[in-house]
């Protein structure tokens, strides 16, 4: 008797999961577009103009989204990393243009640059906004962690201090 009550709790406990993963799928998206309409924002006070975006994985979980100058070959690579450090594996390995100077990947959290990830501050603001966008909670004033790397010939014109 007790068996039938345990699989209709486990029966329960799977469709809860399930749908969970749905609406975390959902808020993920949403944030996601919010996030780079922002970022694209942003980079067109800057003098960037959002030229693209290429998959780093073969699933398509994990985009970077090309930012280019005007005046000059080249630009910044830049891809929101809030879901895992996955994302920083991809981003930091990817050959990106075969034909451009590429520069070492950095980090931007809160407008403030960063060198090297995970950092501990980097680490836990990723994670409390993984969780806030997983259950829908996330706020304007929640920010993502953004990868940034420099491909072309505009270093010389153009510092990643530009950027803030």
Same mark, same amino acid.
């Given at each position: 008797?007790?068996?039938?009550?345990?699989?209709?709790?486990?029966?329960?406990?799977?469709?809860?999961?399930?749908?969970?993963?749905?609406?975390?799928?959902?808020?993920?998206?949403?944030?996601?577009?919010?996030?780079?309409?922002?970022?694209?924002?942003?980079?067109?006070?800057?003098? !960037?103009?959002?030229?693209?975006?290429? &998959?780093?994985?073969?699933?398509?979980?994990? #985009? =970077? @989204?090309?930012?280019?100058? $005007?005046?000059?070959?080249?630009?910044?690579?830049?891809?929101?990393?809030?879901?895992?450090?996955?994302?920083?594996?991809?981003?930091?390995?990817?050959?990106?243009?075969?034909?451009?100077?590429?520069?070492?990947?950095?980090?931007?959290?809160?407008?403030?640059?960063?060198?090297?990830?995970?950092?501990?501050? !980097?680490?836990?603001?990723?994670?409390? &906004?993984?969780?806030?966008?997983?259950?829908? #909670? =996330? @706020?304007?004033?929640?920010? $993502?962690?953004?990868?940034?790397?420099?491909?072309?010939?505009?270093?010389?014109?153009?510092?990643?201090?530009?950027?803030?």
């Amino acid at each position: 008797m007790w068996h039938r009550y345990m699989l209709i709790v486990l029966l329960f406990l799977g469709v809860l999961s399930i749908e969970i993963k749905i609406i975390e799928g959902r808020n993920v998206k949403w944030s996601y577009e919010e996030d780079i309409q922002s970022l694209t924002q942003s980079m067109r006070i800057r003098g !960037l103009i959002l030229s693209g975006n290429f &998959n780093l994985n073969y699933e398509g979980t994990f #985009i =970077a @989204h090309i930012y280019r100058y $005007s005046d000059c070959d080249g630009g910044w690579l830049v891809t929101p990393i809030y879901r895992n450090s996955e994302a920083v594996s991809l981003f930091a390995r990817q050959a990106v243009y075969q034909n451009y100077e590429v520069g070492t990947v950095f980090y931007i959290l809160d407008w403030e640059l960063y060198d090297e990830f995970p950092d501990l501050y !980097l680490w836990h603001f990723q994670k409390l &906004n993984a969780v806030k966008r997983m259950f829908g #909670i =996330a @706020h304007d004033n929640n920010v $993502s962690v953004y990868a940034i790397r420099h491909f072309g010939a505009c270093l010389p014109r153009h510092s990643r201090d530009e950027l803030l």
